[in-house]
C-alpha cells in the first residue's frame, strides 16, 4: 500500500510563498494521477490542483490560478505545490491525494481519489 506524506507547511506572511511537497512510499507513483486539497475550518475541502502522472496536464481551482504551480519528479517519487502570492484565505489544512489512473487523467473530485496524506498547514497572515 502506497502512503503520501507531505511538508512544507508553515506561516507566511500575505504575498509570501511556500512550497509544499507530498512523497510517496511503498510502491512507485508514476502511474499515479496526484492532486491537491485543502480544507479551512468549517469548511469543506476543496480541490485545489491535479496533474497528470505523465506530469503533462494540470488542473488548477480558479482561485489559484496564476498564483500556484503543481509539479512531479516521478523518479523521487514526489509532486510539489508551489504556492506564491498567498492570501489569507489561502489558510487551510493542506493534503495531496493519489489514484492509479489512466496516463492523461487529471481527477478534480476528492471521491475520485484513493490515497491520502495527513495533511500540512498553512496559515497565511494579513
Known amino acids: 500500500q502506497m502512503q503520501l506524506v507531505e511538508s512544507g507547511g508553515g506561516l507566511v506572511q500575505a504575498g509570501g510563498s511556500l512550497r509544499l511537497s507530498c512523497t510517496a512510499s511503498g510502491r512507485p507513483f508514476s502511474n499515479y494521477a496526484m492532486g491537491w486539497f485543502r480544507q479551512a475550518p468549517g469548511k469543506e475541502r476543496e480541490f485545489v490542483a491535479a496533474?497528470?502522472?505523465?506530469?503533462?496536464?494540470?488542473q488548477y481551482a480558479d482561485s489559484v490560478k496564476g498564483r500556484f504551480t503543481i509539479s512531479r519528479d516521478n523518479a523521487k517519487n514526489t509532486v510539489y505545490l508551489q504556492m506564491n502570492s498567498l492570501k489569507p484565505e489561502d489558510t487551510a489544512v493542506y493534503s495531496c491525494a493519489g489514484v492509479r489512473t489512466m496516463s492523461w487523467i487529471t481527477p478534480v473530485k476528492s471521491n475520485e481519489y484513493t490515497l491520502w496524506g495527513q495533511g500540512t498547514q498553512v496559515t497565511v497572515s494579513p
Open positions: 496533474i497528470s502522472w505523465i506530469g503533462g496536464n494540470t
